[in-house]
């Protein structure tokens, strides 16, 4: 496992814009596949965007497709989330993940993924 610190959360309008950060512990960062989720009170965790351990292939959920972005750095050990066009619907708290085992390249399901952030709040008023 490994320790990951979410920011970048915060309130804002409908149609701003907000880049979300993970930061990574751990010397094999670049071979992690990472994830994003997000959870509303009362909802089960949902699944936003992953990136493949190479970085090569990126999945989304249809919800954010054209609208969210999932990038590294791994110079950083750093995973990022863009969001863009950002709607009141997207209000939840969003959870950065990772996969520290070998096997499948990337993963869209909470199973997949052995460790996790503790979230930081996104609210997107009307």
């Given at each position: 496992?490994?320790?990951?610190?979410?920011s970048g959360?915060g309130?804002?309008q409908?149609?701003?814009?907000?880049?979300?950060?993970?930061?990574?512990?751990?010397?094999?960062?670049?071979?992690?596949?990472?994830?994003?989720?997000?959870?509303?009170?009362?909802?089960?965790?949902?699944f936003?965007?992953?990136l493949?351990?190479?970085?090569?292939?990126?999945?989304?959920?249809?919800?954010?497709?054209?609208?969210?972005?999932?990038?590294r750095d791994?110079?950083?050990?750093?995973v990022?989330l863009?969001m863009?066009?950002?709607?009141?619907?997207?209000?939840?708290?969003?959870y950065?993940?990772?996969?520290?085992q070998?096997g499948?390249?990337?993963?869209v399901?909470?199973?997949?993924?052995?460790?996790?952030?503790?979230?930081?709040?996104v609210t997107?008023?009307s």
């Open positions: 496992q490994v320790q990951l610190v979410e959360g309130l804002v409908a149609g701003a814009s907000l880049r979300l950060s993970c930061a990574a512990s751990g010397r094999r960062f670049s071979g992690y596949a990472m994830g994003w989720f997000r959870r509303t009170p009362g909802k089960e965790r949902e936003v965007a992953a493949s351990r190479s970085g090569g292939a990126t999945y989304y959920a249809d919800s954010v497709k054209g609208r969210f972005t999932i990038s791994n110079a950083k050990n750093t990022y863009q863009n066009s950002l709607k009141p619907e997207d209000t939840a708290v969003y950065c993940a990772a996969n520290t070998s499948l390249s990337a993963g399901t909470a199973p997949f993924y052995d460790s996790w952030g503790q979230g930081t709040q997107v008023s």
